[in-house]
Each structure stands twice: as C-alpha cells, then as structure tokens.
C-alpha cells in the first residue's frame, strides 16, 4: 500500500495505472475508520482493479460550534486497517492542497440541501459537495463508494457530480442494529444501551407498527429529536402516488451526539 501526502506524488501514480488501462475507485472518507468504511473498500475492490482511499477531515462541512477540532484522528490505526485491506494506495491532504484558493463555499446546492439535516446543519451539504468536487478532479475516478447511511448526502452527490459513477453501499451494523459511525464513539455505556432503539423504531415504522406520529412519541422516549421523515427516495420529497422506493429517514440526540439513520424500502 503506498501513502501519499501531495497531489503530485499520488498522481504519478494514478497515470501510471490509467495508463495500463486499470479502472479506479475511489472511497473519500474523513478517517476513524471502522468496519462501515472498510466494507465500502470491499465495495470497490469488486468494482475497479484499483482502489484509492481519502483521509481529510473536510473543514468546510462543519459549523463554528461542531466538532471539527474534537472529530477524531486516528490516522494510525487506519493505515493499518486500509493495508490489512489491501488498498492501492492511501490520498492525506491538508487542507492548503484542497483548498488553495482559500475554503470559501463557492457551492450552493439549494433547496435539498436545506431539508432533514440541512434544516440544522444549512452549511453541511454545500461543503460536502465543495470537498468531494475538489477530490473527484484530483483523483479522476472512474467510480466512487458512498454509504447509503448518509443517504442525504449520497443523494445530493449523485444528483450534483458527472463524470463518475457513484455506487451505493449498504449500512454496516452492529450486533443490536445501532448503524455504525465514527461518532458512536461518543457515546457513554448507558448512552449506547439506549441508541439501538433508533433503528428498532424505524423497524416497526416500515413493517407497519407503528405511523409516524406514533414513532416520534416512541423515539422522544429516548432521544431528542431532529426529524422524522418518510419520503420518496428518488427524489427525497413527499411520496405520492406515483412512490416506488420510500425512504425512512431520521437522525436524533442522545447527549452531546447526533445520530443518523434510514431504510429504504420498496412501497408496497
């Protein structure tokens, strides 16, 4: 596995490999990496010859009061967990190679940017979408892995970003069905006790057992609410008659974290 910290050491690289004709993925992540990530590098291993990693925790998605400075980096263990994956090579910008012009949002997604998690975060998807355009021009992937478990985001990069496909991958899970996350980490021991029960409520709303009303009663129980919604998954607004795949989509706080999930689901 080889490691790079320039753009043009990695893409001596890259065009010796294009060259050979080889197909490249690409899996941007923001590093603390654990077994959701990982399965996303076993995603693209099946879809190219060649798979290229990103560790850059992207200051542009977060707001003065987040946890950008506390977000965790853990840059070891994840270059051991990249090379025991057999990855091609590993991409550790700063922020100056990313951003050379200065980290002004030059970036506005709109109105789908602003619902879900937009509604608390209205900076987040345009800095995503800012950082991953930056990335997609410096690796010029052939495909790139995303995570269905921000499916917000996987939605807006789909619908934003040409000329590389974008293939989703499905939640990781724990045990007890708590979605995995680097921010899980976060969670004290009776804090993560009580987090399965998100996904448990989201369980009964696609079976039937519960409507939506119902499931924000059941989910205020535990958490603190940030939204529940049931949507179009192919458009993530309201469903209507014409809804073949519906998104069930939530994110909550327990303490200090913010917890996402969703499943996405064929209407019957």
């Known amino acids: 596995m080889q ?17 050979k004709g080889d197909k490249i993925a690409f899996v941007p992540t923001m590093g603390g990496l654990h077994r959701g990530h990982l399965s996303l590098v076993d995603l693209a291993k099946k879809k190219a010859d060649r798979v290229v990693v990103s560790i850059f925790v992207n200051p542009t998605q977060f707001a003065a009061h987040e946890d950008f400075g506390t977000y965790p ?21 700063d922020a100056a190679m990313i951003y050379p012009n200065g980290m002004q949002q030059d970036i506005d997604v709109g109105e789908v940017g602003q619902i879900l998690c937009g509604k608390t975060r209205p900076h987040f998807f345009n800095g995503v979408l800012q950082v991953v355009r930056h990335l997609f021009d410096i690796v010029r992937p052939d495909v790139a892995v995303f995570g269905q478990k921000d499916y917000q985001q996987l939605h807006i990069i789909q619908h934003f970003t040409s000329g590389v496909e974008i293939i989703e991958a499905p939640i ?42 119902s499931a924000v009663q059941q989910l205020q129980n535990y958490f603190k609410l940030d939204y529940l919604e049931i949507l179009d998954a192919n458009t993530l607004k309201q469903t209507t008659g014409n809804t073949r795949k519906i998104a069930i989509l939530c994110a909550v706080f327990l303490g200090a974290t913010r917890l996402i999930d969703n499943i996405i689901s064929s209407k019957a």
């Open 3 to 19: 490691t790079f910290k320039t753009i043009q050491n990695l893409q001596v690289a890259l065009h010796r490999w294009q060259d």
């Open 73 to 93: 980096r853990t840059i070891e263990s994840d270059l051991a967990l990249l090379k025991a994956q057999a990855v091609d090579c590993v991409f550790i910008p």
């Open 172 to 213: 990781v899970r724990e045990q007890d069905g708590l979605a995995m996350s680097t921010r899980n980490q976060y969670l004290s021991k009776d804090e993560r006790k009580l987090a399965p029960e998100l996904y448990k409520t989201l369980v009964k709303i696609e079976k039937g057992l519960l409507d939506q009303q």
